[in-house]
């Protein structure tokens, strides 16, 4: 048994030009399968038979996770929140926008209009994962796409503002809350930019990093954004996450 540091430093010293495996910050609730079901498949219900959505509020933990990992998760059917949140001395958190602790991922999600072939044709930059939801048809695509950060975001409302942006540019769903859950989804195919692995029919394109200095351009466009309490360097954020 081995660090996953102590893995990585033994394949680059094998490969000296291979790409360090990068960790993620993100919360994983493992008590909602798919659209709000329990472990046994069955709806969460309140007491007088209506849906009980308490259980996608209060049962997530945060995990530092590959993007294989977190497709993983996402295949099991658990449902993600792409940040950390406050937690509790029993490492518990609630659900909510005042949670958010940070983040270096952000999803995006496309319920109508562009099919994924044609999303893919864009070459969207930061893009690093897709995955079909669990409504997702041959007629009507509809999946979540993954980007990647170029630096930890560290305030609610600047990643609000961030996510915004790129669904504006994108014309995907819109949403304000930087603590967004997103279903799982135990049915899904889903696409892996950063090692190939293609779980569909579906082209990989290659892979295009977000640009650090196209996403602060935008945020100079918002002033009251302090950018040194908003974000770390992602190699700062790395050495944390390993550190854990």
């Not at 893919?120 to 980007?147: M, V, W």
């Amino acid at each position: 048994n081995i660090s996953r540091e102590e893995a990585d430093n033994r394949v680059l010293q094998e490969f000296p030009d291979a790409k360090k495996v990068r960790v993620y910050r993100v919360c994983i609730n493992k008590e909602v399968i798919d659209k709000n079901l329990n472990r046994d498949n069955l709806p969460h219900l309140k007491a007088n038979g209506n849906p009980d959505f308490e259980p996608l509020t209060t049962n997530f933990k945060n995990y530092y996770l590959t993007l294989q990992e977190i497709m993983e998760m996402v295949l099991l059917g658990f449902s993600i929140v792409f940040c950390s949140m406050k937690a509790d001395e029993l490492g518990n958190t609630r659900r909510c926008s005042a949670s958010f602790v940070e983040a270096d991922l952000f999803a995006l999600d496309f319920d109508k209009g562009i099919q994924i072939p044609d999303f893919i044709d864009l070459k969207p930059e930061g893009l690093i994962g897709i995955y079909t939801t669990c409504s997702h048809t041959e007629e009507n695509h509809r999946f979540r796409a993954i980007f990647e950060l170029p630096f930890c975001v560290k305030q609610g409302i600047c990643y609000s503002q961030i996510v915004k942006k790129y669904a504006d540019f994108y014309n995907a769903d819109k949403t304000t809350d930087c603590c967004r859950v997103f279903y799982g989804s135990s049915e899904g195919i889903y696409i892996n930019y950063l090692n190939g692995v293609n779980m569909s029919r579906f082209n990989v394109k290659p892979y295009v990093p977000m640009t650090k200095a196209g996403v602060l351009g935008f945020l100079n466009e918002n002033k009251k954004f302090s950018h040194k309490k908003t974000i770390e360097t992602m190699q700062e954020k790395l050495d944390r996450g390993r550190a854990m």
